[in-house]
């Protein structure tokens, strides 16, 4: 299944997260009768990214992300390898999800700096919405291999995207050491408001957006 496919079952997860806590129950979906192979896959996407949103990626198995997208335990392996396989294309399908947002801020039109405060505000927003499945993300790239390898690929690819952005901007390109800065000062940032980090240590979220907004003066300023 392309990429623009997935991003769109993620988003929706997302939308159905977006006013519920961890801890509330989810509604399982019916799909109709005889549904299409690629309509089953993107219903076990959708059902697997509300599950490691609520549950983390310890918390479920491949039957009940089956059983909560209808169908039987065995109809998970026939569209994926094991619990990991689904995890990596829902991670896919966020990274896609928040990109697909920056650019259409970016295209929105705007000053250098209004841009900026939207661009931190919208990109908090999605980590906060995403906590529970950002912890397992960041738990299992310390100890899985190919978590670990998607998650360098995937900022890879980040990176290629930002360079496309800015060059459409006509802004200059900063070296890839100074985007991947960037891209994981801009993660550790938002984890640590979505998780509470900051409230705990007495940091406001409004500072937290400033500090994002500087950090990312020399990537977005106005076009010379």
Not at 19 to 41: F, G, H, I, L, M
């Amino acid at each position: 299944m392309r990429a623009k496919d997935r991003t769109t079952i993620v988003r929706l997860a997302g939308e159905l997260r977006a006013d519920r806590s961890p801890a509330e129950p989810q509604v399982r979906s019916r799909p109709a009768r005889n549904r299409q192979p690629n309509k089953t896959r993107d219903a076990l996407l959708e059902a697997a990214a509300r599950i490691f949103n609520s549950a983390g990626y310890h918390g479920t198995d491949s039957n009940r992300i089956a059983r909560e997208a209808g169908y039987a335990p065995g109809t998970f392996y026939v569209h994926f390898a094991d619990k990991l396989a689904i995890f990596l294309e829902v991670y896919e399908g966020w990274v896609s999800t928040e990109w697909t947002s920056i650019e259409a801020i970016l295209k929105s039109g705007g000053t250098a700096r209004e841009l900026r405060k939207r661009l931190s505000r919208t990109v908090l927003e999605h980590h906060r919405k995403w906590r529970t499945f950002r912890a397992s993300l960041r738990a299992l790239s310390a100890t899985d291999d190919r978590v670990h390898a998607a998650r360098v690929a995937s900022r890879a690819r980040q990176i290629e995207t930002m360079t496309r952005l800015l060059s459409t901007r006509g802004a200059p390109i900063p070296d890839r050491a100074r985007m991947l800065a960037q891209l994981l000062i801009a993660e550790a940032l938002c984890d640590a408001v979505a998780d509470g980090d900051a409230a705990s240590l007495g940091i406001g979220e409004s500072e937290i957006v400033r500090i994002l907004d500087e950090s990312s003066r020399d990537l977005l300023a106005d076009p010379t």
